[in-house]
């Protein structure tokens, strides 16, 4: 499976290097190794290869070497061009590994924003290509994913005939994901073209878009597919950079979507500029130089913790939204959804 990160705040910049690459358990560390509290005890008496969840165990043996790609938001165009306003996303996309990209460790050191999103992908079949890494920008929007929508190829063309013109044309790649990346942008501005992709959307519009994305490719794959369709994992993110959604669902009557967490605290040792270090409570940070202050409002929302204390992160519950207001405010919410639309998984529910 992919992993993914993103980091969101009202009022506290993070450097990316802390929060992507400098940690021991940074997005650029697992493309092979991995942390899961609440789902697999992580010592050295019990891993992911002695775990008896198979499904488990198959998800995060993959090698997460398929490209990397980060988004992260900036104001620099608002200040030169009258008719932008607030931040907009700057992207960068590879297909190196994080650890041997160069370019993205410079970047990453002389770089802070309020948002960024960080993605590495592991390919469930489409190209190797850079169009295909996540995350993908419409306008202000960005989004990613982490999971498959399962048997694509048979609803491919149908997801298609639901795109507006303009999201269809701003499809470059060939991934389930990117599909739909541009399906929900089309839900989110009821079929609007790139003009509608700059406005900002109420987090009760963002939720509904995405909710209804969800219902729309089950739905086609149940009348599509019928009793030979199969679960979809479906860890999506999306932000405008001043807010933040996200979800961890799977169709499935009883297995549990890939892993994915939340935290409200974590940035206090992630961030240098603050005391602490997030590989050990007896690091000392000789850099931390706001030893008198209150790290702001902060949130951060990843595959995997990246911080060694596993009681400051939330495990998002099966099938239920994240929701983080302008305000860094969170609220967890289930997606609702009918459970006609669940499907069985032939590897482990022992269909013939």
């Known amino acids: 499976m992919c992993r993914w990160f993103a980091y969101i705040s009202p009022t506290?910049?993070?450097l990316l290097s802390d929060v992507l690459i400098t940690p021991a358990n940074s997005i650029s560390k697992q493309c092979s190794e991995h942390y899961l509290p609440h789902l697999l005890p992580h010592n050295k008496d019990k891993n992911l290869d002695h775990t008896s969840d198979e499904l488990l165990r198959m998800r995060n043996s993959l090698l997460n070497m398929d490209g990397l790609g980060i988004a992260w938001y900036t104001s620099a165009?608002?200040?030169y061009i009258n008719h932008v306003t607030g931040p907009r996303p700057a992207l960068y996309k590879s297909q190196s590994p994080p650890i041997n990209d160069f370019n993205f460790k410079s970047l990453c050191s002389n770089t802070e924003s309020h948002?960024?999103?960080?993605?590495?992908?592991?390919?469930?079949g489409s190209v190797v290509t850079q169009v295909n890494s996540h995350p993908f920008v419409?306008?202000?929007h960005v989004f990613m994913h982490n999971g498959v929508v399962s048997n694509f190829s048979a609803i491919r063309r149908d997801m298609t005939d639901l795109l507006s013109f303009d999201a269809y044309c701003n499809?470059?790649?060939s991934t389930d994901s990117e599909h739909a990346a541009a399906l929900y942008v089309t839900n989110l501005t009821k079929g609007g073209g790139r003009d509608t992709w700059e406005k900002a959307y109420s987090m009760k519009n963002m939720l509904a878009a995405l909710r209804k994305t969800v219902l729309q490719i089950l739905r086609l794959q149940h009348d599509k597919l019928g009793a030979s369709?199969?679960?979809?994992?479906?860890?999506?993110c999306t932000t405008d950079g001043t807010k933040l959604l996200a979800i961890r669902?799977?169709?499935h009557a009883t297995q549990q979507p890939p892993s994915l967490y939340w935290s409200e605290f974590a940035g206090r040792t992630l961030n240098t500029k603050y005391p602490g270090n997030p590989d050990s409570k007896d690091i000392e940070n000789l850099e931390a130089s706001a030893e008198g202050e209150k790290m702001g409002k902060h949130t951060i929302v990843a595959s995997e913790p990246t911080t060694f204390d596993e009681n400051e992160w939330h495990l998002i519950g099966r099938n239920c939204a994240l929701c983080v207001d302008e305000d860094g405010v969170e609220r967890e919410v289930?997606?609702?959804y009918d459970e006609e639309l669940n499907a069985k998984d032939p590897k482990f529910d022992g269909v013939a």
């Not at 948002?115 to 469930?124: Q, T």
């Not at 369709?229 to 999506?236: A, I, Q, V």
């Open 12 to 14: 506290e910049p993070c």
């Open 77 to 79: 165009t608002s200040t």
């Open 115 to 124: 948002c960024v999103f960080a993605h590495i992908r592991a390919s469930s």
């Open 138 to 140: 419409f306008g202000r």
């Open 171 to 173: 499809v470059f790649g």
């Open 229 to 236: 369709n199969t679960p979809n994992s479906l860890n999506f």
């Open 249 to 251: 669902f799977r169709n």
């Open 334 to 336: 289930e997606v609702e």
